[in-house]
């Protein structure tokens, strides 16, 4: 294949993109990729502005002029100190944590932050819980949300940027063999 760039592929946190990674690699150990991590907030702008070519998004809301895939669903969880009585449930709903503050991870706290504020125990943050994997701590626990709906996480490239290297890391992600037609 030989691209005079590397194909740049995105993914928000707690996306692992390591198993396709690899198949790539193991296909085209001329052509590396370059990853780069991506905030959820900014996995569109990323895509628009061009600075990656493909990106692992996360419950990407506008999809106009965007090709998207969809991989999988992610499920929600509730992060709480383990001095709250909700770390030790192993499931909730969320009008059973209706009253307790919550951290909403924006512009202003990251994830990270948002999960040390939960730690201290003056609130909880919902998040998927691969990110609740990404940031665990010994002082807080994730309890899955039953009654919330899951998140997708998808690839996703724009329509006008499609290429021969998107199309063979599609096929990769999506298990295509190097024998597999399109």
Same mark, same amino acid.
Not at 60 to 88: C, K, M
């Given at each position: ?11 928000? =946190? ?25 905030? +959820? ?28 895939? $969809?991989?999988?669903?992610?499920? *929600?969880?509730? %992060? ?7 770390? %030790? ?12 503050? $919550?951290?909403? =991870? ?6 990270? *932050? ?52 998107? +199309? ?13 037609? $399109?």
């Amino acid at each position: 294949m030989s691209s005079l760039r590397p194909l740049r592929i995105g993914y928000v =946190p707690g996306v692992t993109p390591g198993k396709w990674v690899k198949r790539w690699n193991e296909r085209n150990r001329a052509d590396p990729l370059h990853l780069l991590q991506i905030e +959820q907030a900014e996995q569109r702008a990323s895509l628009d502005q061009d600075l990656v070519d493909l990106c692992f998004v996360r419950d990407l809301a506008e999809v106009d002029g965007l090709h998207v895939i $969809r991989l999988y669903e992610e499920l *929600q969880v509730v %992060v709480a100190s383990t001095e709250n009585p909700i770390s %030790v449930m192993e499931e909730i709903r969320s009008s059973e944590f209706a009253d307790e503050h $919550r951290f909403e =991870p924006g512009a202003d706290l990251t994830e990270r *932050q948002a999960v040390e504020a939960a730690a201290s125990g003056s609130g909880v943050v919902v998040l998927p819980m691969s990110v609740a994997r990404l940031h665990a701590r010994k002082d807080v626990a994730a309890v899955v949300i039953s009654d919330l709906e899951p998140i997708p996480v998808a690839l996703a490239f724009p329509r006008d940027k499609d290429s021969d290297p998107v +199309q063979e890391f599609i096929g990769v992600v999506r298990g295509r063999t190097l024998r597999s037609s $399109r």
